[in-house]
């Protein structure tokens, strides 16, 4: 009589043994009846005790709703961040329905209020990462391109740079092909949480070494390197140092002064909140002249010239742009100058918080990186020893619209480094945006995902 009057709700409660009543999984609990009293499923009032889950004596398995518990919780920030601000949406639409026409083609009204709109773009991110001249920060279609122009123009045969263990392959790719060109380069070393001494650097500069090279925050294990400690370090040797802040821009306070950056390379599609489609750097017309643009075209004025202009930004932006993109990073970077990186941060942190306790309290899982709320980004990478992380990723994502990553998060050196090579993490990076409550289901719905992935294994082969 109990099973078949048990609703779709009993049965969640019976896969995740989530206790409704005190909101934890009750395999952190002491199952004793006395202590926690009755317990009905609010979906039917069947009791869970007379259902024995609160017993420990349910089936291991039990069928899920057909239907999500909940709407998809999205913990993959890292890789782009969603949702978007109120106002990005909009923006983006406004480009598209109302203004329409291109950059600098034009001497039309429309095309004035376009230029005034990627002027304000400008001019906000370069308060924002406090540089003085607006006209050096230049706007490309990605990080990685961004990463491309600076790696593969500005150094030749027989240079040497620096990079970090923890890079993305937006560097290593672009430096492994200029090393079939004669460039070198050798990887600082890290250690196994993803952090780097700065002191390390020193012993690995030689005649012809001409810049340091690092991600500001991993991907794969959210460690902060000490930006502001290499730079000075890359000062004293008369290095140039090119920073990486995929990770960071919006989240992190970046000051190209204080932190001795010569070139900082960003995205906007993450931290910054934007739609996917922009990227971009910002470099003095001094190094920007050394740079042979690895893209040539049309810039909209100057035409008569056989090469591209010498004049910030245009020497590297040739080509019509991502303009709709503009006006969604324009929008996002007044959302965040209402709301300020500090506020984001400690928002952040605090989910950071919550989602480390309830990892390290479920057993069966390694943790990777710093799991130091001071030295980390919102970002936690775990292994489950014994388990493929595919299996369980792919449980969170069809069972329970939990959204994670899985694998090498295109960093295969970082991997190496934290010692989760060849095949991967399972990464979790909540956001701004994230609820608290998703935070604790996504948690629940990982023990119930690691429980099912324990229980098939082997019945398959």
Sequence with gaps: MLESTRCATTYLFLALRFCPGRGVCLSTLPEKRATHGPRFCPG???CLWQAKILEGTAPDIMPLPSEPAMPKVYLDNSSTSWPKPPGVIRAVTE???????????TGFATTCVLNKRTREARGRLARLFNYPDPQHVVLTPSITTSLNMVIKGLFKRGDHVLVSGMEHNAVTRPLFQMRRRGLSFDMIPCFGNGELDPDDLAPLIRPNTRAVITIHGSNVCGTILPIKQMGRVAREHDLLFIVDSAQTAGILQLDMVAQHIDILCFTAHKGLLAAPGVGGLIIPPSLARRIEPLVAGGTGVLSELDDMPDDLPMRLEAGTPNLMGYYGLCAALRWLARVGTNRIHTREIELYTQLLSGLQ???GLRIHGTQNPSTSLAVLAITTPGLDIGQVAYRLDRKHQVITRCGLHCAPYANRTIGTWPSGTIRLSPGYFTK???????LSALEESLYYVHSTMGQSR
């Design 95 to 105: 480009y598209l329905e109302d203004v329409g026409c291109n950059l600098n083609r």
């Design 361 to 363: 309290s479920i057993r």
């Design 436 to 442: 608290k409550s998703e935070l604790t289901y996504a």
């Design 44 to 46: 039917c009032g069947v």
